[in-house]
């Protein structure tokens, strides 16, 4: 009887510990990130994971969030962002997680740390509030092994290439990008991306691509993209999927389809966005690609030559009468480095702040002095709002900011970087009713962690770790402008990363509970 009286007894003593838990969210209205509807609910977390869903009473826990009236979701996985180099400025990555962000994806737009083991054992010891995976960039091993050489690889530099990216694919990364409108990628044929994405393609990573052309040629540059996902048999992302330029507002709906016939011939092929109508990238991007190769010197020297000035600003005026303007009003400078009292002007008043005449070609001229100060970062104003909504309404379709970490009040960067999430469930859920708050969810949430192979994420599922955001969806706001970038969005009361409180009340309280994600093929 004695063994018997133990054994009840252990059971009893199981029971208790099972009904302890670290956090309790209880009364929420639960989201699960599959897309279903909303259904009332309590989670236990325990140990960073999350132990029990469903009607809990009798439960203890060390804290206890209400989160009646609450909206209580998986944690936001933003796909494409570029924190390398910020982390150590700002670990707490508020920018993110004030917009719900509980992960992101680095190392797009063929930019990465080309030592992709190393990046990710210091992410681990620095401790970020965000847990980070990262992509191996092409741009950056072209770099490592060519330079800024405007040339094909020979079957060496070929070898060293592909040896760097399945070394990142053995270390973590979750697949390979591109960015093929930036020196080096530019340079470089298909047959190149090919093979690189077919060393990524052992490792079931992902192939991810600024394409080489997102304008004029956006055609072309998506059926580049779908050859390299057929030929090298990878998964394939196109990031932040648009149309610049106001000549090509309403060819979304000759671009969609194309993503929409290749799923429909067996192509894992998905894609990604910002919703907002201005772009972000490097004021380089308005010269001829070749005046950038081999480095700073070397483009010093092509610019100090009169007639490749001239060259040069005639290109430049070409391009801007295809988009059917009659100034550069559309760049506006985020961040010049050797003025910054010209940050948040364009590049026609940044000319008259000169004191040059009101020109095209004399504004041209005031972009190539720029360029020879070191260049900037710059917003560019071009996008159609019905082509985003379009582009938004297709449902393998993932919302990404294209952001780093953004260090308070530096620059005047894209609000993107502060209200990607805040602004589709505010603007395009509540306002516009472009998709339903349901689908908006699963967008951010299980849609990216199946197509970057986060498991255990990206879902409400007992067991998966406890990245969770508890909500108010009637004051959920993105504050961020252009004009007044540096404000976090509103409306995400609590943020738990692997089971730890981020955000308590609305307030960031310092926690770095995130991890390195490592690809585990």
């Not at 029990?52 to 209580?72: H, Q």
């Not at 998905?270 to 480095?295: K, M, R």
Request: hydrophobic share 40%; aromatic share 8%; proline share 3%.
């Amino acid at each position: 009887m004695k063994w018997i009286f133990s054994f009840a007894l252990c059971l009893f003593s199981g029971f208790l510990q099972a009904q302890e838990a670290d956090i309790l969210i209880q009364n929420g209205k639960i989201l699960d990130g599959t897309g279903n509807g909303w259904y009332y609910g309590d989670i236990a977390v325990k140990n960073g994971k999350i132990l029990k869903i469903g009607r809990l009473t009798g439960w203890k826990a060390a804290k206890t969030i209400d989160a009646k009236g609450l909206l209580v979701t998986p944690g936001f996985i933003d796909v494409h962002t570029h924190i390398e180099g910020d982390e150590k400025k700002n670990p707490l990555a508020s920018n993110f997680i004030y917009d719900g962000v509980t992960t992101v994806v680095t190392g797009n737009c063929g930019l990465s740390d080309p030592d992709i083991g190393a990046y990710l054992a210091m992410i681990d010891s620095l401790k970020t509030s965000v847990n980070v995976a990262a992509l191996i960039g092409h741009n950056d091993v072209r770099k490592k092994v060519m330079g800024s050489a405007n040339r094909d690889p020979n079957e060496t530099e070929m070898q060293q290439m592909e040896a760097i990216v399945e070394n990142a694919m053995r270390n973590g990364a979750v697949g390979m990008s591109t960015g093929l409108i930036y020196i080096p990628g530019t340079y470089s044929k298909t047959e190149e991306i090919l093979r690189l994405a077919k060393v990524a393609s052992r490792y079931q990573g992902v192939y991810a691509s600024h394409m080489r052309d997102e304008g004029d040629s956006v055609v072309q540059a998506i059926e580049e993209a779908l050859l390299i996902g057929r030929e090298a048999n990878i998964p394939v992302e196109i990031s932040h999927f648009k149309l610049s330029g106001q000549q090509n507002w309403g060819r979304s709906k000759e671009t969609v389809p194309m993503i929409i016939k290749a799923r429909e011939e067996g192509l894992d092929v998905t894609i990604d966005q910002y919703p907002y109508t201005a772009s972000s990238t490097s004021l380089s991007t308005l010269l001829p690609d070749w005046v950038l190769a081999d480095g700073r010197d070397s483009i010093k020297a092509r610019l100090a030559r009169a007639d490749i000035r001239k060259t040069v600003t005639d290109y430049m005026l070409r391009r801007l009468q295809v988009r059917k303007l009659k100034h550069f009003s559309y760049p506006v400078v985020a961040y010049f480095q050797a003025d910054t009292s010209l940050n948040g002007k364009s590049i026609e008043q940044v000319n008259l702040i000169k004191g040059r005449k009101h020109h095209a070609a004399e504004e041209a001229e005031t972009i190539i002095q720029m360029m020879e100060q070191g260049g900037a970062s710059m917003v560019f104003h071009g996008m159609g709002d019905e082509d985003i909504k379009n582009i938004m309404r297709y449902p393998f379709n993932m919302f990404a900011s294209d952001a780093s970490i953004r260090i308070y009040q530096q620059g005047n960067p894209h609000p993107r970087g502060y209200g990607t999430n805040a602004r589709v469930l505010y603007k395009y859920v509540q306002q516009e009713k472009v998709i339903s708050l349901e689908e908006a969810i699963r967008r951010m949430t299980s849609l990216p962690a199946r197509k970057f192979h986060l498991s255990n994420r990206g879902l409400l599922i007992e067991g998966y770790a406890a990245d969770i955001v508890v909500f108010d969806e009637n004051e959920v706001r993105d504050l961020s402008t252009y004009e007044q970038p540096h404000q976090y969005s509103t409306g995400f009361r609590y943020v738990l990363v692997n089971g730890q409180t981020t955000v308590d009340n609305g307030v960031h309280i310092g926690t770095r509970a995130g991890v390195a994600i490592r690809n585990k093929p």
